[in-house]
């Protein structure tokens, strides 16, 4: 006889038979990224976010002249965010909005009516600058983070860090987010990125963080390029 569980988005190396009690019972254990899977994802990141940081550092040099010139204020954006578990971290990016507009969102939030759900997310936002829109919308603003990455408190690929004032909004299935470190691009960005619901951004978060491979980092690295290029769903 051959018995198939009822289990979707769990990867086949978690689940196995344990017996208890004399009785064969199906166990899936918790994800978890440690020992030789841990060494190889970082030594993936290093290696290919410094050879990112070599071969773009014309186009970083010319963004931050721009930034600095178009628009009065610094050239870079740092705001805490929430990584590994629920540690916190300065996210670096090109400054794509106006000075102090960390100090309009809640009040942007409460005239869209989104405060209260875990994705921050402006509609028309006019906060962006003009060049900020560009930055946006092919992901730019975003290059900075290959720094984080190389620090060590961001991966290529991973979970979109978020600040805490949505972390605190998280339900218990959410926190799962937090068991690998946050990602510059991820599954839900090359699924459809702001275009997905809050609902289908966790479930595809989840998927990655308990189905993670080497080869899968690879594979949406690859849909991420295509999706910058395509700007599909961009803000």
């Not at 410094?50 to 186009?59: C, F, N, Q, T």
């Not at 275009?195 to 993670?212: A, T």
């Amino acid at each position: 006889m051959i018995l198939a569980p009822a289990l979707t988005d769990v990867a086949g190396p978690r689940i196995h038979t344990q017996p208890v009690a004399g009785l064969p019972l199906i166990h899936v254990s918790t994800p978890k990224l440690t020992g030789g899977k841990k060494v190889a994802k970082r030594a993936f990141d290093v290696a290919i976010a410094g050879m990112l940081v070599a071969l773009l550092s014309p186009v970083f040099l010319v963004l931050a002249v721009l930034v600095r010139f178009t628009d009065p204020g610094p050239v870079f954006y740092r705001q805490e965010r929430i990584g590994l578990r629920g540690t916190t971290f300065n996210m670096l990016k090109f400054r794509s909005m106006k000075v102090n507009a960390d100090a309009e969102l809640d009040a942007l939030l409460a005239a869209q009516g989104s405060g209260e759900t875990p994705l921050f997310k402006i509609e028309n936002d006019p906060r962006i600058t003009a060049l900020g829109r560009v930055l946006r919308k092919y992901s730019l603003d975003e290059l900075p983070q290959l720094l984080n990455v190389i620090g060590g408190s961001m991966s290529l690929v991973g979970p979109r860090p978020q600040r805490e004032g949505e972390v605190a909004l998280y339900d218990d299935a959410a926190h799962r987010r937090l068991y690998v470190s946050p990602g510059m691009s991820g599954l839900w960005q090359v699924s459809g990125r702001s275009n997905l619901s809050w609902e289908e951004s966790i479930r595809l978060d989840l998927y990655y963080v308990e189905n993670w491979s080497l080869m899968g980092d690879v594979l949406i690295l690859f849909k991420t390029f295509k999706a910058v290029f395509a700007s599909t769903g961009a803000v």
